[in-house]
């Protein structure tokens, strides 16, 4: 699957980090360097992550939106939200005409009883929960020929209703009004219970339960509105499975289906925990791994601060920030325009959930290493105007052809 080549517009295309790219393919097929990439400027020195950016479900999507654009001219376009997690993307999508129904929240931009079955509406990657779906088939319209779900969150999907339906309970780890979780929960929940836990303390507080060691009141007030309706957690926590929003951390999302297991063991025994815990573990999203493990090489590598390159909405690029910050001071960043001077760069902080401004940000020591990486949803392009412009700054910086001549000769490690 990951082999296969999508039409992605020109402009996500990059010139640097494309031939540092390419030269660890050639010289690691199998994936299985995970060592960063060095881009030596000589007083400012980049690591790169092995992997990063654009995953096969965002190309997949990306080739399925601006092919609907082709062919279908004239025709009133619409995407049910965000298509993926990058407002370079989506404002691109915008500019070519594309009208957005809902915001990544839910909140209606455009009503649904004003769709005719002449237009074309394009799911996102996330995918739609299936109250949604029949509202746009009460409207006429095609959700099929414009699907851009991703193939992984399908497999989430499916995973789900399997184990639903062999009577298990499903637990997912994510964030409950994320655009995936709420598709994925419109699915696990409609033939079975499902319950949302959103971290490692909220999996342990459910694990209480699963021991019998807290009560149903305790249950319905730390899970309101993150359970399926007519749910009894007495009845409904003996016989679970666990699968995960994709771009969640998957070393928490291991934790956590680890945390339950035990727990049924402590109250089943050896002898029930085949039966009454399910294997979910081939859920995991390959290249959300790949991603946060790269990070984890590069962060153990060693530098003096971080960059992370993404959409301030995308979960899956705030987790890498996480990874980054538990090291070093790190900045999280939709673009280049955010770094605004060598003094001062804009910057969000997913906590607060807000952008913040910090001055004195870049240290003024030389040799200096900055590690860098991005979201699933970033375009490698993006890293390219970070590099340059930081390059920009550095008196003395090595040119970049100096720079790229390692890796453009096959030589790089």
């Known amino acids: 699957m990951a ?11 990059s010139s640097i980090v494309s031939i540092v790219k390419n030269a660890r393919s050639a010289a690691d097929p199998r994936k299985r360097d995970l060592s960063p990439s060095i881009l030596d400027f000589g007083p400012l020195r980049f690591k790169i992550a092995r ?7 965002v190309e997949h999507a990306i080739d399925i939106a601006w092919r609907a654009l082709e062919e279908n001219p004239g ?12 407002p370079r993307v989506n404002g691109d999508l915008r500019a070519a005409g594309v009208q957005f129904l809902r915001t990544t929240t839910g909140k209606q931009l455009i009503p649904f009883e004003t769709l005719t079955p002449d237009d074309v509406v394009i799911i996102p990657a996330f995918g739609a929960s299936l109250d949604v779906e029949s509202k746009l088939a009460e409207c006429g319209v095609d959700t099929m020929t414009y699907d851009t779900t991703c193939p992984f969150v399908e497999k989430v999907w499916n995973k789900s209703e399997r184990i639903g339906g062999d009577g298990y309970t499903v637990i997912i780890h994510g964030k409950r ?6 598709a994925t929960f419109s699915r696990a929940s409609r033939n079975a219970p499902a319950v949302v836990v959103r971290d ?21 007030d730390r899970f309101r509105d993150r359970y ?6 007495r009845r409904d926590l003996q016989r679970i499975g666990v699968v995960n929003q994709t771009t969640m951390l998957a070393t928490e999302t291991q934790a956590i289906a680890r945390l339950f297991r035990q727990a049924i063991l402590d109250r089943y025994g050896e002898a029930e925990l085949s039966d009454r815990f399910a294997d979910t573990s081939d859920t995991l999203c390959y290249a959300t791994n790949e991603n946060q493990n790269a990070t984890l090489e590069l962060i153990a590598s060693g530098g003096d601060l971080g960059i992370v390159v993404g959409g301030y909405n995308s979960s899956n690029t705030t987790h890498l920030l996480d990874l980054c910050t538990e090291k070093m001071p790190a ?9 605004v001077s060598s003094e001062t760069i804009r910057h969000f902080d997913p906590q607060a ?11 003024v020591r030389r040799p200096l290493d900055v590690v860098l990486t991005a979201g699933a949803s970033c375009p490698d392009a993006l890293l390219d105007e970070v590099i340059r412009k930081m390059t920009g700054w550095t008196e003395n910086a090595r040119a970049l052809e100096d720079a790229l001549a390692p890796f453009a000769s096959g030589k790089a490690a």
Do not use: Q
């Open 228 to 233: 399926s309706p007519g749910f009894d957690p």
């Open 75 to 86: 025709r009133r376009i619409f995407l049910l939200s965000e298509m993926i997690h990058n």
């Open 51 to 57: 992997h990063f950016g654009f995953c096969f479900g």
């Open 3 to 13: 082999a296969r080549k999508f039409n992605v517009p020109g402009a996500y295309a």
């Open 200 to 220: 490692l303390r909220e999996a342990e507080d459910l694990a209480r339960l699963i021991r019998g060691e807290a009560d149903a009141a305790f249950f319905f």
């Open 331 to 339: 900045y999280f960043v939709r673009d280049a325009s955010e770094l």
């Open 353 to 363: 959930g807000e952008r913040r401004v910090t001055n004195g940000w870049l240290p």
């Open 177 to 182: 009004y994320h655009e995936e979780m709420r």
